[in-house]
């Protein structure tokens, strides 16, 4: 098993920075991905950043040029640099992981608000 906290989020105005951060525990060798989503209010659950433990590291049109994601296998965390903040970035953040352990299956932070407002 996997297990994610995320740290950071809170209030910000428009154009305001802010990061987020998720640190894993457990299994952490058997984890394949790790990332960002985020859900808004009324709205389904979209990604927002995610990076492979190989591969490309893969963003969202809306937040591109924007956000950056980055990963530190040795702490096992991923942080989400976000910068340039819109009221519709508005959301909750939940980090994920995806694990492959005899089958690939996802675990979830438990959530972080971030509300840009001014």
């Known amino acids: 098993q996997v297990q994610l906290v995320e740290s950071g989020g809170g209030l910000v105005q428009p154009g305001g920075s802010l990061s987020l951060s998720c640190a894993a525990s457990?299994?952490?060798?058997?984890?394949?991905?790790m990332g960002w989503f985020r859900q808004a209010p009324g709205k389904e659950r979209e990604l927002v950043a995610s990076?492979?433990?190989?591969?490309?590291?893969n963003y969202a049109d809306s937040v591109k040029g924007r956000f950056t994601i980055s990963r530190d296998n040795a702490k096992n965390t991923v942080t989400l640099q976000m910068s340039s903040l819109k009221p519709e970035d508005t959301a909750i953040y939940y980090c994920?992981?995806?694990?492959?352990?005899?089958?690939?299956?996802?675990?979830w932070g438990q959530g972080t608000q971030v509300t840009v407002s001014s």
């Open positions: 994920n992981a995806v694990v492959l352990n005899f089958r690939r299956y996802d675990c």
């Open positions: 457990g299994s952490t060798r058997n984890i394949l991905v």
């Open positions: 990076f492979p433990s190989v591969g490309r590291i």
